[in-house]
């Protein structure tokens, strides 16, 4: 059961490794030091329940609908778009001259946006739902465990990242690498909407 366990710690850990547009994200919140927690879990929460949903068979479900991957690809590429293009204000505006005297976002909205990075990119779906649910058939008489090393990756990634990313803040004391943070965010979105809109994007 620990083999088992840690084979879906690895699969999970190297899925949600790759830098896309909610790890980046993550990261911002995390210097920031707004809602740190609160954005780790919805994260990692979000992860845990498509993860059992996998397990549990829901990929054979979805495969029924597939017109919900096409509003989840469009409308996920529409807000990575707008979220690109605010990056792209906040890099260039004078929001990005002084980031830690800006006022603080509320939480509500914090979290609203995390999910919708989450749920609103369908590739998610295919690493978490599809990719892991299907390799955990492999392990037919200890799929919790599997699902379990899978959730734990996902956990361990995002407060790793959002409470790991105050030792960067020494290198964020100057404004012009808040600005080259905020060009590098936006790109990271506009780049993935673009695989999105291609289909070739990874979660």
């Known amino acids: ?7 879906g710690f ?5 899925l949600i490794l790759p830098i896309g547009a909610q790890n980046a994200f993550v990261l911002r919140i995390g ?3 707004e ?3 609160a954005v780790c879990l919805t994260c990692a929460l979000s992860d845990a329940v498509l993860i059992w949903a996998g397990v549990s068979g829901f990929a054979q479900f979805s495969a029924r609908v597939p017109w919900a991957e096409t509003i989840l690809l469009y409308g996920g ?10 990056s792209f204000m906040a890099a260039f505006g004078t929001a990005s001259l ?12 914090v979290v609203l946006t995390c999910l919708a990075f989450t749920w609103l990119n369908p590739h998610v779906y295919l690493d978490t739902v599809v990719l892991i649910g299907s ?3 492999q392990f037919e008489q200890h799929k919790g465990a599997f699902a379990a090393g899978a959730m734990l990756a996902s956990f361990a990634f995002f407060f790793s990242l959002g409470f790991g990313a105050r030792l960067l803040k020494p290198f964020f004391a100057r404004p012009v690498t808040w600005r080259i943070l905020d060009v590098a965010i936006g790109l990271i979105m506009w780049v993935t909407a673009a695989r999105l809109l291609l289909g070739d994007g990874s979660a």
């Open 1 to 7: 059961m620990i083999s088992t366990l840690l084979a």
């Open 10 to 14: 690895l699969l999970g850990l190297s």
């Open 31 to 33: 210097l920031r030091g």
């Open 35 to 37: 809602h740190v927690f």
């Open 77 to 86: 590429a529409a807000f990575l778009l707008v979220y690109g293009a605010r």
């Open 98 to 109: 002084r980031p830690s005297e800006a006022a603080p976002e509320s939480l509500g909205r």
């Open 135 to 137: 390799i955990s058939t």
